[in-house]
């Protein structure tokens, strides 16, 4: 009887690091990180959103490694990161501080992308001597900066208090997500991918999202809540890309073309037709395109941003 051969991993499917380490915060939260591709190649670094981890950025670590070196890590209470009591902007901006002093050389420059709260926490850090050391160009995706919980249209009703309130319980809820059912996809498809989302793309965002902690979920929720990172926005003067779904229920395209008109150095709005808030997982061919170019401009100088408004 002959054994079956191994399947190949899919494009969904975290790869295997080159290695691993942990970068300790400035509070002593210890992170997961993870280093894929050559050591000498020009360094990408990813910043996950809430109830994600790194697995999230499989399809970018998978194409961009041959190339790049592609530096991921797990927010903190995420992924393979222990909770911490300390959950706010400037824990994480800490956390992000740590993870570049641990993985890069002094004075090296990369790309830094952020997925929603991975966003939040580059405009957390904009300001910080670490960050600015490091920080080459970014790329924002599917984020914003404040009034989060009143422009989202998770609940489908007229923008007003209401629709505020119910929001605000229903992303702040404690109650357990549950196993990955049919049910529970198609809940999470409606509140954060695009109707045309392929069904192992919507597979893959529910087993990341539903391994996150509910604990950990919660204290998230209530400092996304109350986010005003405004400020962070305008200390964010690196060359900045900005990329989302038009059909984006918890990050619509108003805050990305508010991030747009308050960054000093702004690339530009890339809007996705179609596409919902997992950009990274539900088009990752352009946001990986994305991250290469501005790579190839700001840290090899290699190649020519393309990126341009509405593209």
């Not at 992170?31 to 360094?43: C, F, R, S, T």
């Not at 400037?90 to 890069?104: R, W």
């Not at 939040?120 to 599917?142: D, I, K």
């Not at 505020?164 to 196993?179: D, I, K």
């Amino acid at each position: 009887m002959s054994r079956r051969t191994p399947a190949a991993p899919g494009p969904c499917d975290p790869p295997v690091p080159a290695r691993t380490l942990t970068a300790v915060s400035a509070d002593g939260a210890r992170l997961h990180v993870e280093v894929h591709g050559p050591e000498d190649a020009p360094a990408v670094v990813l910043a996950h959103g809430w109830t994600c981890s790194t697995a999230f950025w499989a399809a970018q670590i998978r194409d961009l490694a041959a190339a790049h070196r592609v530096i991921a890590y797990d927010q903190r209470g995420h992924g393979r990161s222990p909770a911490s009591p300390a959950c706010t902007t400037d824990a994480l901006a800490d956390d992000l501080e740590a993870v570049l002093a641990h993985t890069l050389a002094p004075g090296e420059k990369a790309v830094i992308a952020g997925h929603s709260m991975g966003g939040m926490t580059v405009m957390a850090a904009a300001g910080r001597p670490g960050f600015q050391e490091h920080a080459a160009a970014v790329l924002l995706c599917s984020t914003g900066s404040s009034r989060l919980v009143a422009e989202s249209r998770v609940v489908p009703l007229r923008a007003g208090r209401v629709r505020t309130w119910l929001t605000g319980r229903v992303l702040g809820s404690r109650a357990p997500l549950g196993p990955v059912t049919p049910v529970a996809k198609s809940v999470l498809k409606y509140a954060t991918m695009g109707a045309g989302s392929a069904p192992d793309r919507v597979e893959a965002c529910a087993r990341i999202v539903h391994a996150c902690p509910r604990a950990v979920r919660h204290a998230w929720s209530e400092v996304l809540a109350s986010l005003d990172l405004d400020h962070g926005v305008r200390r964010l003067t690196v060359p900045t890309a900005v990329l989302c779904g038009t059909s984006d229920r918890l990050t619509p395209p108003v805050h990305a073309r508010a991030l747009a008109a308050a960054l000093p150095h702004c690339l530009g709005v890339t809007e996705l037709t179609g596409v919902g808030h997992m950009t990274p997982v539900e088009a990752p061919e352009t946001v990986t395109g994305r991250i290469r170019e501005l790579v190839g401009t700001y840290v090899t100088g290699a190649a020519p941003v393309r990126i341009k408004e509405g593209a």
